[in-house]
């Protein structure tokens, strides 16, 4: 784990050119919604006094981006796309309500339209499910509920743009702490460029009463997506986070590079659940999400616990491995993973469970689905160093495939530096059985409602680890992607 | 209700059913007996519409022409198959997958949906049958099951999703004489005056709790003699020897019950 990182004097010189740069730069008109296209330290200046940013946070995007402009992408996934041109993408746009919203009736008409499309009418979360919905629409959040009962008890759940201003001493504490900005190419990309995202702060002692959840979506054409979350469970404390995520269709390829991190103190929980469908491109594979996420978890006090859940049915390109690190002893780090890839899909998710601490036990459960000419791989690694002594973990991916032009594929990397260690992995890949099928179809069950079921069957360790209604979303999204993969 | 005309079925160039004839009426239950490889299982699949099959002739089933329906629409028609090996559907709740099948088939018929309760209700009922508690109810479908949990599984099915023609394809295979027992008074239950079934065994055993209105004798893929239940216990002192040669299934009675 590095020190937070902090403002590292930056000559008046150089600021003084920086804004010299910033005043006579095509970027420097403060109303604007849309900043133009491409990746220069203009553009993050823009970004950053857009936000209203303090110097060391402006200072971290710099160093980030000058580290990124040295490093290159990476190619060791097993997928493949054309090249992304890092200068055609729109690093910042505001959506069109500007004004602080008091309640939900205060959102764009159009907005409303667009959540009740999703099914999600946000008035109705709040209401009904007890869910405090921070959503956020291209990159700023415009509505945050339940904010006043969540401060009740002391929990902060509000958007990372408000705890820059609002707790800037837990956001620089914290910023990076698990993922510093050098730790890859898009977790760079990312720590230089990111817009808005979520923060969370649950107290010492304070078991969260409700799921803290956020709706993440796409919605302007060719607008890069660089959210940054932040969670941090303060000892003793438990929460439940719950992310998802859908978008338009689109024509052109929209690049998303979210970084995600928490942080889980002494005998703190947390559980963090994502249901991921964002637009997946058409059969011939064009014009859908590439998701390109570094999300990481440090099991940083004793008896800590981190959960990750997640249901990939979406975007045309997945480049994921939620981890944790497994810091305080007998620390616990968990994944299930469901990952479908129809049409042209391709995937490439896992998880990297880091033993450090003593007692340490991870789990890791992944089933891939492939469908149409999807391909799907699991990557995963398991690493045991020399100080985890007893540490444990348990892996296993189970592969399903649906058809006869889909692939899976298996990579799952094992250090163990620790004798003491046990390290199990169990891996199958089956096909969906035509005798299955007819099974469920003698009985009268239509062939599309046979494979869904059978493949919701397949996932079912994964899907009872999510909350109710997410587990009831997840079941329907994956029969909706895998219309017409079979017959 | 049924009736089989001169069907043929091959696979590749493999020919197993040479010109089956088979006339069932409503309320009748005919047993079809016959040596390995007769082609017994492949009838019922061709019935159910197996994919993989080169099929000819004609199968009209209360009017309709079975042969040209998708699986789940022969069922949506009343058809159903006791499974010899009955399939494992992992994470599938046996209670779940039962449900979704009888709302099918009632949403196929215009019929209102049952809700989980009333259908719970229904199942309970119908589990008494088959002497099935509800834990059975719980488990994914068939998985773990034992060879005989699975067969009053498929029994259970017949009885929750009411078919008017089953057959059962060695369904006393693997059945110790307890189970036996159990599984033949289900079949027995659900006799009636509007349901057929075409009971396939190697075995008359089974036929002493079944008791079939006509037995037929299947070899090398045609029906080489039909007759009463008698002849079940004539071919168990008897065996198949020398059925083989009559292969003049032309001049035997054949679905002879006009």
Known sequence: MTAPTTTTGISDEVRDLANQEYQYGFVTDLDTDVAPRGLNEDIIRLISKKKNEPEWLLEWRLQAFRHWITMAEPTWQHVSYGPVDYQDIIYYAAPKPKKQLASMDEVDPELREMFNKLGISVAEQERLSGVAVDVIVDSVSVATTFKDKLAAIGVIFCSFSEAVQEHPELVRKYLGSVIPYKDNFFASLNAAVFTDGSFCYIPKGVRCPMELSTYFRINAADTGQFERTLIIAEDDSYVSYLEGCTAPMRDTNQMHAAVVELVALDNAQIKYSTVQNWYPGDAEGKGGVYNFVTKRGLAAGVNSKISWTQVETGSAITWKYPGVVLKGDNSVGEFYSVALTARRQQADTGSKMVHIGKNTKSTIISKAISAGHGQNTYRGLVDIRHSAKGARNFTQCDSLLIGKDCGAHTFPYVEVKNPTGQVEHEASTSKIGEEQLLYCRQRGIPEEEAVSMIVNGFCREVFKMLPMEFAVEAQKLLSVSLEGSVG | ?258
């Open chain 2, 1 to 258: 209700m049924l009736k089989i005309e001169n069907l043929h079925a091959s696979i590749e160039d493999k020919k197993i059913l040479r010109g089956v004839n088979l006339e069932l009426k409503a309320g009748e239950v005919h047993a079809i007996m016959g040596p390995n490889g007769s082609g017994k299982s492949t009838l019922a699949s061709v019935l159910i519409g197996r994919e993989g099959y080169t099929v000819t002739g004609s199968v009209s089933f209360q009017g309709q022409d079975l042969l040209a329906l998708s699986p789940e629409d022969r069922a949506a028609a009343g058809v159903f198959l006791a499974f010899q090996h009955p399939v494992e559907i992992p994470g599938v709740g046996n209670m779940y997958f039962m449900r979704t099948a009888l709302n099918s088939l009632r949403r196929q018929r215009g019929q209102e949906e049952l809700d989980p309760m009333d259908f719970l209700a229904l199942a309970q009922e119908r589990m008494k049958l088959v002497e099935m508690d509800q834990s059975f109810m719980s488990r994914s479908v068939n998985e773990g099951f034992s060879g005989g949990e699975k067969k009053r599984n498929e029994i259970l099915q017949m009885a929750i999703l009411e078919p008017t023609f089953a057959v059962l394809d060695e369904t006393d295979s693997g059945l110790d004489i307890d189970a036996l027992r159990v599984v033949a008074n289900g079949v027995n239950a659900l006799r009636s005056e509007g349901r057929s079934m075409l009971v396939i065994t190697h075995h008359q055993r089974l036929l002493d709790y079944i008791v079939p209105d006509q037995v037929h004798v299947m070899v090398a893929g045609q029906i080489a003699r039909s007759g009463g239940k008698d002849l079940a216990i004539e071919l168990e002192e008897n065996g198949y020897a020398g059925l083989g040669q009559q292969e003049n299934a032309d001049r035997l009675p054949v679905g002879s019950t006009r």
